[in-house]
C-alpha cells in the first residue's frame, strides 16, 4: 500500500511540474513577433474610419508610443479564405489590418515590402504573405490575385512565419492583408504599445475618456482594454485548469501517504520501545536509531521511484504530443519529483523517531 501511495504521488508530481512548464514555455515562448508592452481595445467603426484622429489624440499621452488596427487579435480568432491562384485553388488564414501594422509588431520581413500609405488607396487593396504560405503554393512577390474586390489585390511582401494560433498547431499559411478603398470592414481593434512604465490603468482610463470624446454613443462599460497576453493565455485555458487539477491531486496523494507513514511509524515506535533501548545500551546513538527506521522507508521510496519514471514518462510524453511546439523533458524534473516525496518522508519519519531515539533506555526497559 505505501509502494502504491509513494509511486502515485511521485508521478503526480512529476506530472504536475511537466504540465507547469509547457504552460510557462507557451507564455514565454517567441511568437515570432513583439507583443511587449501590447494592449488592445475594439474602438468601433466611427473612430477606426478616422484613425488619425484617434492617433492624434493618444499622442497626447506620452505613456502611449503608437498604434495600429486589425480586424482581431493576431493570436486566436482567425479568418479563413480559398482562392484560385496561378490555377490552383489555395487556402490560408488572413487578418485584415492597417498599413502600418506589420512593421508594428515587428515582424520580420523576407521579401519584397512592408505596406505604406499609399496602399490604403488601392481598390483592391495589398497583400503580405507568410514562408509557410510562399513555399507552399509558390507564391511571388508582384503577383495578383482576387480578394474581396473586382480589382485584384498585389502580393507585395513575404515575412518570416510567426505563430498565430496555439502551439498545439503547426504554422499553416497566413497573410495580412490591407483591404485598401474598397474595404468589406474597416478594422477597428486598436492595438497600443505602451511606454515602458506605464500604469496599467491610468492608461484604461485615458483610453476610455479619448473613447467616449470621439464617439459618445459608445457606453464606458462596453469598452474593453485588456493586454495582449491576455488572448494568448485564453488559448491555454484547458492546460491551465490541468495543472490545478493535476497539482490539487498531488496534494491530497502526498497527505495519504503521510497518513501511511505516520501511522506505520507510530505503530513500530510503540512496538520496537525495547529494542531500541537495548540498541542504545549496547552503543547505538540517536542518528543511527533514526537512519534504522528512514533507511526501510528509502528501500520503499526507491522501488516506487523505479515504478514511477517510466510510467511519469510515458504519461507526459502521451501528453506532450499533442504540442507542435513543447517544452523539453528535463531529466531533473523526474529526480525533483521523488526527492520532494523523500524530503517529506524522512521528516515524517524523523520527526515521530527522534522521541524515542533520545529516551532514556532504562526506563524504557521498566516500562516495556
Same mark, same amino acid.
Given at each position: ?241 490541468? &495543472?490545478?487539477?493535476? !497539482?490539487? $491531486? ?10 501511511? #507513514?505516520? %501511522? *506505520?511509524? @507510530? ?49 507526459? &510524453?502521451?501528453?506532450? !504530443?499533442? $504540442? ?10 523526474? #529526480?525533483? %519529483? *521523488?526527492? @520532494? ?28
Amino acid at each position: 500500500l505505501v509502494v502504491f501511495q509513494f509511486t502515485m504521488s511521485c508521478i503526480l508530481i512529476i506530472c504536475a511540474s511537466f504540465v507547469y512548464l509547457q504552460n510557462r514555455y507557451m507564455q514565454k515562448y517567441d511568437y515570432g513577433f513583439n507583443r511587449d508592452r501590447l494592449i488592445t481595445v475594439d474602438v468601433g467603426k466611427t473612430i477606426a474610419s478616422q484613425p488619425q484622429t484617434f492617433l492624434d489624440e493618444l499622442r497626447k499621452n506620452t505613456d502611449i508610443e503608437n498604434i495600429a488596427f486589425a480586424s482581431n487579435p493576431m493570436v486566436g480568432m482567425q479568418n479563413g479564405w480559398g482562392r484560385s491562384y496561378n490555377g490552383e485553388q489555395i487556402f490560408f488564414n488572413y487578418l485584415p489590418v492597417s498599413w502600418n501594422y506589420p512593421e508594428f509588431m515587428d515582424i520580420k520581413l523576407i521579401e519584397g515590402r512592408f505596406f505604406n500609405e499609399e496602399d490604403d488607396s488601392k481598390i483592391g487593396g495589398t497583400i503580405i504573405f507568410n514562408e509557410t504560405a510562399a513555399k507552399k503554393y509558390n507564391i511571388k512577390v508582384g503577383d495578383f490575385f482576387s480578394c474581396h474586390s473586382s480589382e485584384k489585390a498585389e502580393i507585395v511582401g513575404i515575412v518570416k512565419d510567426f505563430n498565430f494560433s496555439s502551439l498545439q498547431n503547426s504554422i499553416e499559411p497566413y497573410a495580412l492583408y490591407n483591404f485598401g478603398s474598397k474595404g468589406w470592414f474597416i478594422p477597428s481593434l486598436a492595438h497600443i504599445r505602451l511606454s515602458p512604465g506605464a500604469d496599467f490603468k491610468q492608461i484604461s482610463e485615458y483610453l476610455t475618456f479619448v473613447i467616449q470624446k470621439l464617439d459618445p454613443t459608445i457606453e464606458p462599460e462596453k469598452i474593453s482594454i485588456t493586454p495582449f497576453d491576455e488572448n494568448i493565455e485564453s488559448l491555454y485555458t484547458k492546460e491551465i485548469n490541468l &495543472t490545478k487539477i493535476i !497539482s490539487l $491531486f498531488s496534494l491530497v496523494a502526498i497527505l495519504i501517504s503521510l497518513m501511511g #507513514v505516520f %501511522g *506505520i511509524v @507510530v505503530f513500530e515506535n510503540q512496538h520496537r520501545k525495547k529494542e531500541i533501548a537495548l540498541r542504545k545500551i549496547h552503543g547505538s546513538t540517536a542518528i543511527l536509531i533514526l537512519g534504522m527506521f528512514n533507511r526501510k522507508f528509502i528501500t520503499i521510496l526507491a522501488i516506487s521511484a523505479v515504478i514511477a519514471v517510466p510510467a511519469a514518462y510515458f504519461a507526459v &510524453t502521451q501528453w506532450l !504530443s499533442g $504540442f507542435e511546439y513543447r517544452t523539453p523533458m528535463f531529466w531533473w524534473v523526474f #529526480v525533483a %519529483g *521523488i526527492l @520532494v516525496v523523500a524530503f517529506i518522508t524522512l521528516l515524517t519519519v524523523t520527526l515521530q523517531t527522534y522521541r524515542n531515539a533520545n529516551e532514556n533506555p532504562v526506563r524504557a526497559l521498566k516500562t516495556e
